[in-house]
């Protein structure tokens, strides 16, 4: 069995994992009262030195990030909670069944970049999780270990949660602070606006992820050598990972990086439901470019493996398709909601999502041309410059590049299923169900 | 010193360095920092785009611009609107990969843009036709059904919007929110569903949203006075600079078949950066009224009519000359010439001197600053000062009603340039939003403000105010401040600042040319003294001794005529009747008069009983120059013949003067230009040839001449503000009631009208209800107007828009107190 | 010149007061404005404006840009079928079907009676516990197209005042994406989540 880190707690005690006191019987915020007394170079070389890569699906290291930081001050600190990426759904378990770790991660990062105002970002469509957050919240300002002079020191720390409106794109770091300032969730071009040097009502920025600040506790109490050592490889600590679609046993599951793709699915997964065949599967979340179990069941989950094979751990969201899959569904349905969720700020990603969607939705009712996946492919090819990994984009952030993915696996692996919907009129998988859908 | 023949401003500024970059494959050198975009375009590589504007932030959305520039990881696509030169960039413009892009973004583009080009306002100028042809695939694959919206929607009362031709560049949307200050018309849903819409029932009713529809780079947004009305290949245009702002900003006409169809503003870093307010953009209706004056006219047994030129250039003659012979030239007036150019301020002017023998001219009337102050101060600052000070002062009107080029660029240098504002007024300015720093005092309390400055209160206004460079633009705020209190701010910010630079403000349009032509009773053309040697030697030059004592100036000539020491007055392009504060002495100066004669394209308030009307040429029915605020020259053109037998004011005059036995010697605008460029010392050089040039700041003409008087400070001190419930704060809105705009059908509806503003704090007491009409009594006038409840105006101030249809002029006595009317 | 209770504008300044600016609070404002009206009215955008500092046109840019800020009239109850891929492949174009036909509501309205609007939406985080439903944005994980039919007969002949999550969850739900630990007492009364910042949750 693996080690547990961020949800050791709640699988240790699954009634109460989230209270205060709950968190406090199990070594909750010594490690913040300890950060208080580190400087901030030891904090930010500790960081470094665990290897953590950013959760959010960047998987930038966050030590590197941190350092980034322009001297400026002042500074914020941004919770990214903003999960709303098809197939994930671990930041919600964190959020809603232990927010006093995440509450104690945001307190080393503020510490650790002299940050005094820190903001959580959760998606709107959480209110449950924002709520067992404030809850988490209140009880920490009563407990004077956020607000003024936190845990009896001299440092302030003010927290404020902030629930989305509903907008997927708020989860691009650029989008989150827009949002949060009370504009429109549209990226902002970067350059000039690296967050560390230009984020927050122009301030520096640093924007991290749930899961990865829900890390920092354990990476101080267990020191960051025996940390970046629970793997064999360069991916270090532990990574969630979220799986869904056609498994026995979907679910989070928190995993050391560098077991297999077949380990995932068919071991912790427990394999496909009535023993049928794997089709396809999306290694990380809706933006990656997908696998098919030809080429790809036997890789080990990690960066650089997933990156070689042309794809991404991305937020770590797996979802799996079965033989009874339409390929031009599953696709239809992936760029539907990118164009969906398309800011609309720039050309190619607001005109080509939809019409990238309108044309797979054609195909599926039966009214596909021959020209149509090459004309999808040549449409994507406008949003993605050659369809290469990582995307040599025309967009300002990689959203519409994302609904891409899709169209590259039915050009791979796919293309009789789709030659076959054109001839026979239809989807040959769903001929016998009723057309349409929402 | 010769005229400033550029944009840079007083202020020194810095030079640039260059760096090298390689644009396909040729190494350029560009300035360090700048954009892509535009250090590429500045070497002759067009990079196409729709979204970049040259004088708006960057926002890199329609992608058009994307070029290759290599990094260490290989080339990468980058926008190059959004991206800096550096030292040693290699670009390529033209790479397969960036024509695969454009071509892309283009299909992209118009997979949803109609194909209605032939219907299109923008067809034939049109950035997306163009290009579409240029970089595009040729033909669309799109196949689906396109995004459809309901059919144009009126965005405000001078703009339609057709949102299926739209392609989000945020270009109209920019404008309004960092340029003008309206953040009115917005981005709304998103994704495939983003359009540009207003908020329900709250219009873009921005005084600049005639800007959008010039930049919008396809047919979305439309003029309603352009609209469906020409193509733009069978436009003739000729450039000119609008005399409907004080800063003349640069500016195209278009003209069909002797019709004026628009104007588009045209980018001039010396004044306007190509933007141009509703009232300059669509003041062109006026030309074409059914009401211009297109015969002389005379009054007989009551009634005017129409005679030929001659018998009506005989007649003026004969009875100026009556008047001279008997009474001398002192029983003339001459009231006008601040809305024409300055060749016919110039031939005005010498008429008057030389023909008339009179010094009682004046091309103010009585709303003015002193006019040593406006045309002769030696600080004075351009334009383009503004971007390069450290503090900017504006004490005085609010600028977006009465300066909008002035008020967008002080507004720019406040947010865009992070210069420090501050703004002292009577109520609530278009820059308050803008400014570090705000004052509000009473109106006719302004000396007590100074006062309490001199006196160190206001700490942290007297800090800003004590930077290294203070731009310092003062004006009339009110009509209750008179012309005293802004030389007295100026003296008192040159005690402060360690470098103060002034810009005079005055609201009719060519005021600083008819002054610096001689056209105020003090002053000889050329910003000299009547009295001084200056005046003596243009004397001798214009062959006579008309030098001598200073005239009278509006008010005295009027009150003249109204007591028989004056006996006639030539009214010039001028409406006192509607101009005056205190009316009264317009009308009354007006019916005591002997004779009165008028040139003017309009029957007025002020010529309706004149004796003799002669029709005038307007803008853009003649040739010459112009000063503007900053004391800047510029040329205006011509593009049609004046309606009628209408002619310039300088041809009539010198008729005038020829049928009086005096030849002025000035028989065309080029040698009366020539003259000046000759004999007017300020003047010197600044000659058509100067001005005809590609570019467009014109000259500055220089104001540290030795001729060029130095007045005297006035000490703050001694006046309080007045003691009453009320005080009143009259002052001039971007649209009145004045002859021009009430004959411009699209753009008199947007005046206020008669209303009084209010803050609803002082509602209750006095019985003021929104929407219903209240009485206004001073000692001057009184009148019903309507309560528009305000929170931009302070308790205890009643704000009336001056000049306003069905509005009574209330004078300059701010005491003013109020009565509810019975309905 | 507000036209809020004193209740509310005391929660509206209170929520500014937890962000550097105030044009932050527009969002949470949004939502305020969502509680007082039943969906988000133009007065209650223009509202909206007047604490933020800014035009209503920009407070519309961005209510328009998020899509949980209702702008038009919305049913007590928000039923949001989500039908992204992982809710897909388990039938959650089924459940959505289900839902439309047991209430009569077809997705993207709301019933005359002003009680239900339905809508289909994107990924809402459930993945793990698909097909997922949300009612007010309060979870439902592993509806069957059965359960859904409860769930609207349900909804119409209880009318709930407050929809909780457990109770839902145990009357209409399957398996779940993980524990959800302690019962929950909180939850929504209208079409938008039951959640303010500063300690105060969904009941009123």
Same mark, same amino acid.
């Given at each position: ?438 | ?823 | ?120 939406? /994107?990924?809402? =985080? !459930?993945? &793990?516990?698909? +097909? %997922?439903? #949300? ?48 019962? /929950?007492?909180? =939850? !929504?009364? &209208?079409?938008? +989540? %039951?959640? #303010? ?8």
């Amino acid at each position: 069995m693996t080690t547990l880190l961020v949800t050791k707690r709640m699988v240790d005690h699954p009634a109460d994992s989230h209270t205060l006191e709950r968190y406090q019987a199990t070594d909750g915020y010594n490690q913040a009262r300890r950060a208080l007394g580190m400087t901030r170079d030891e904090l930010v070389e500790e960081v470094k030195a665990s290897g953590l890569l950013g959760r959010g699906g960047a998987a930038f290291s966050a030590g590197l990030k941190w350092s980034f930081l322009a001297p400026a001050r002042p500074s914020y600190l941004v919770i990214n909670g903003d999960e709303s990426e098809p197939g994930t759904f671990k930041d919600r378990q964190l959020l809603e069944r232990d927010p006093h770790q995440m509450i104690e991660g945001i307190i080393i990062t503020a510490i650790a970049n002299e940050v005094h105002h820190a903001f959580v970002y959760i998606r709107g469509e959480y209110p449950k999780p924002a709520r067992r957050v404030q809850a988490a919240v209140d009880e920490a300002y009563a407990n004077g270990f956020l607000g003024k002079g936190i845990f009896g020191s001299d440092y302030d720390l003010e927290l404020t949660v902030h629930l989305g409106g509903g907008a997927y794109i708020c989860g691009e770091e650029t989008a989150l602070i827009n949002s949060l300032e009370g504009l429109r969730g549209e990226p902002r071009l970067k350059p000039p606006y690296f967050p560390a040097a230009k984020g927050l009502y122009m301030l520096p920025t640093i924007v991290n992820n749930v899961e990865t600040v829900s890390n920092l506790p354990h990476i101080l109490a267990m020191g960051s050598g025996d940390y970046a050592a629970l793997t064999g490889n360069e991916d270090t600590g532990t990574f969630m990972m979220s799986l869904s679609g056609h498994v026995e046993k979907p679910g989070n599951y928190e995993l050391p990086h560098g077991i297999t793709w077949r380990e995932l699915i068919y071991d912790i997964g427990g394999g496909i439901p009535g023993g049928r065949d794997l089709k396809a599967w999306i290694p990380g979340g809706a933006s990656a470019p997908w696998f098919v179990p030809e080429h790809h069941l036997d890789l080990p989950i990690t960066k650089d493996d997933t990156a070689a094979a042309g794809s991404m751990l991305g937020s770590g969201a797996v979802i799996v398709m079965d033989e009874t899959t339409c390929m031009v569904e599953a696709a239809e349905r992936v760029i539907r909601f990118f164009a969906h969720e398309s800011c609309g700020q720039c050309t190619p990603c607001r005109e080509g999502t939809t019409w990238l969607e309108m044309i797979l939705r054609r195909i599926e009712d039966g009214q596909g041309r021959a020209v149509d996946l090459d004309l999808a492919v040549d449409v994507s090819d406008g949003i993605s410059i050659g369809l290469g990994w990582p995307p040599k984009m025309t967009t300002i952030c990689p959203l519409g590049p994302s609904a891409v993915s899709p169209i590259k696996a039915l050009k791979d692996y796919f293309i009789e299923e789709v030659e076959s919907h054109v001839s026979q009129g239809g989807c040959p998988l769903k001929s016998a169900q009723p057309v349409g859908s929402p | 010193m010769p005229a400033q023949v550029s944009s840079a401003g007083r202020f020194a500024m810095s030079e640039r360095t260059l760096v090298t970059i390689t644009i396909n494959g040729e190494d350029k050198q560009v300035p360090e920092g700048e954009l892509l975009i535009k250090a590429a375009q500045d070497e002759g590589t067009y990079i196409p785009r729709f979204c970049w504007h040259e004088r708006m932030n960057p926002v890199g959305m329609c992608r058009m611009c994307l070029v290759e520039v290599d990094t260490p990881r290989g080339p990468m696509m980058v926008t190059a609107c959004t991206n800096n030169v550096t030292e040693g960039m290699v670009v390529d413009t033209e790479s397969a990969e960036v024509k695969k892009a454009q071509e892309a973004i283009l299909e992209f583009l118009l997979a949803n843009h109609p194909l209605d080009c032939p219907v299109c306002d923008k067809g034939g100028e049109c950035p997306l036709q163009d290009q579409a042809m240029a970089y595009g695939p040729g033909e669309s694959r799109f196949v689906e059904i396109k995004r459809t919206y309901e059919k144009p929607i009126p965005i405000s009362d001078l703009v339609l919007l057709d949102r299926e031709r739209c392609i989000l560049c945020a270009r109209c949307t920019r404008f309004s929110d960092e340029i003008s200050g309206d953040p009115l018309i917005e981005f709304k849903d998103r994704g495939n569903a983003t359009e540009v819409n207003t908020f329900p029932d709250l219009p873009f009713s921005s005084y600049f949203s005639g800007n959008t529809v010039q930049i919008c780079p396809v047919g979305a947004l439309t003029a309603k006075p352009y609209r469906f009305r020409a193509r733009p290949w069978d436009l003739k245009k000729v450039e000119s600079s609008s005399l409907q702002d004080t800063a003349h900003p640069r500016m195209e006409i278009h003209a069909s078949q002797n019709e004026i169809l628009r104007y588009t503003g045209v980018d001039n870093d010396a004044t306007n950066h190509g933007w141009l307010s509703d009232k300059a953009r669509f003041g062109f209706e006026h030309l074409r009224s059914d009401n211009r004056v297109t015969e002389p006219l005379v009054r007989r047994g009551g009634e005017l009519v129409a005679v030929p030129w001659a018998e009506a250039i005989d007649m003026v003659a004969t009875r100026f000359q009556l008047v001279k012979d008997e009474d001398g030239g002192e029983a003339i007036g001459v009231i006008g010439g601040a809305n024409g150019t300055n060749e016919d301020a110039y031939a005005l002017s010498k008429f008057a001197r030389v023909a008339l023998g009179t010094n009682n001219v004046d091309a103010t009337v009585g709303d003015a600053l002193a006019s040593h102050f406006l045309a002769a101060t030696v600080d004075r600052a351009c334009i383009s000062d503004i971007d390069d000070a450290d503090t900017i002062l504006v004490w005085g009107p609010d600028l977006k009603e009465e300066h909008p080029t002035l008020y967008l660029r002080v507004r720019r240098a406040a947010q865009e340039l992070g210069k420090t504002l501050v703004v002292i007024h009577p109520r609530a300015t278009g820059l308050d939003d803008r400014a570090s720093h705000k004052l509000n005092y009473r109106p006719g309390g302004g000396f007590q403000l100074l006062d309490e400055l001199a006196e160190g209160e206001h700490a942290d206004v007297l800090h800003a105010l004590s930077a290294n460079k203070v731009v310092v633009l003062v004006g009339m705020a009110s009509h209750a401040d008179g012309p005293d209190l802004a030389e007295s701010v100026a003296a008192f910010i040159r005690q402060k600042a360690v470098k103060t630079l002034i810009l005079p403000l005055n609201s009719r349009s060519n005021t600083y040319g008819a002054l610096d032509m001689g056209l105020a009773p003090d002053l000889f053309p050329g910003r000299v003294n009547v009295d001084s040697a200056g005046a003596a030697a243009l004397g001798e030059a214009w062959g006579g001794e008309p030098a001598g004592l200073p005239g009278r100036d509006s008010t005295e000539i009027l009150a003249g005529l109204d007591s028989g020491e004056v006996r006639a007055l030539l009214l010039v392009g001028s409406d006192p009747v509607r101009d005056m504060p205190i009316p009264s002495a317009a009308s009354d100066g007006l019916a005591g008069a002997e004779y009165v004669v008028s040139i003017d394209m309009f029957v007025n308030d002020s010529n309706c009983n004149a004796d003799v009307i002669l029709p005038a040429a307007g803008f853009a029915e003649k040739e010459g120059t112009v000063t503007n605020v900053e004391g800047r020259v510029q040329k205006v053109n011509q593009i049609r013949p004046a309606p009628g037998q209408a002619r310039a004011d300088w041809a009539v005059v010198g008729d005038v003067a020829l049928s009086m036995g005096v030849d002025l010697g000035l028989g065309s605008v080029e040698i009366i230009n020539k003259e000046i460029s000759e004999i007017v010392g300020a003047y010197e050089g600044v000659t058509f040839d100067l001005l005809e040039w590609e570019q467009r700041e014109g000259a500055v003409i220089p104001v540290d001449d030795t001729r060029v008087i130095s007045h005297i400070p006035i000490a703050a001190g001694g006046k309080a503000s007045p003691e009453a419930a009320f005080t009143l704060h009259v002052a001039r809105t971007m649209y009145d009631d004045g002859v021009r705009l009430r004959e411009s059908p699209s753009l008199h509806p947007l005046a206020p009208g008669a209303v009084v503003r209010i803050n609803p704090a002082d509602a209750p007491s006095v019985g003021a209800q929104d929407g219903r009409p209240l009485r206004v009594v001073t000692s001057q006038g009184e009148g019903e107007f309507t309560v528009v409840l305000d929170e931009g105006t302070p308790a205890g101030v009643l704000f009336v828009p001056f000049n306003q249809p069905g509005g009574a002029h209330l004078g300059t006595d701010p005491v003013a107190r109020v009565t509810p009317v019975k309905t | 010149m507000s036209a809020w209770p004193e209740a509310t504008q005391e929660r509206a300044r209170q929520i500014i007061s937890r962000y550097p600016e105030k044009r932050s609070a527009v969002m949470p404002l949004l939502y305020l404005a969502m509680a007082e009206d039943g969906h988000l009215t133009e007065d209650g955008m223009a509202e909206v404006a007047e604490w933020c500092g800014i035009t209503p046109a920009q407070v519309q840019s961005v209510a328009s840009f998020y899509t949980m800020y209702k702008r038009e009239r919305t049913g007590q109850y928000l039923v949001s079928c989500c039908t992204s891929i992982s809710c897909m492949l388990l039938g959650g174009d089924d459940v959505l079907h289900a839902v439309e036909d047991e209430s009569g509501v077809p997705h993207g309205e709301t019933d005359e009676e002003g009680l239900l609007s339905v809508e289909h939406v /994107e990924c809402i =985080g !459930a993945c &793990g516990g698909a +097909p %997922a439903v #949300q009612v007010n944005y309060e979870l439902i994980e592993g509806v069957t197209p059965e359960k859904a039919r409860d769930l609207v007969g349900w909804l119409k002949d209880a009318r709930p005042s407050v929809v909780n999550t457990d109770e839902m969850q145990e009357l209409f739900g399957g398996p779940r994406s993980f524990d959800w630990g302690i019962r /929950e007492e909180e =939850g !929504a009364v &209208g079409p938008y +989540p %039951a959640f #303010q910042p500063l300690g105060t949750v969904g009941k009123e």
